[in-house]
């Protein structure tokens, strides 16, 4: 696996702890939320970017793209 692979998945993981931790809800409840929501997509396609910014402004984001794409957590 490649360095920039490695690198992507934990922030990865480090995002959906955030997340989970933001809603109090369990690490496992945050991922599919946001894979069926569309967040884990969105990571994925603007990585390069997003892990330029801080967690809380990341996790913002993410409230709004799943939002955008029918999720209920404000």
Do not use: W
């Not at 991922?31 to 997509?41: E, I, N, T, V």
């Not at 910014?53 to 996790?59: E, G, K, L």
């Not at 993410?62 to 404000?74: D, I, T």
């Amino acid at each position: 696996m490649a360095r920039e692979e490695r690198n992507m998945i934990g922030y990865m993981v480090a995002l959906v702890s955030e997340f989970a931790l933001r809603f109090n809800i369990q690490p496992r409840q945050a991922y599919a939320y946001l894979k069926r929501y569309k967040g884990m997509k969105h990571l994925e396609l603007h990585y390069s970017v997003l892990h330029t910014q801080s967690f809380p402004d990341t996790v913002d984001v993410l409230v709004q793209v799943c939002h955008n794409n029918g999720g209920g957590l404000q």
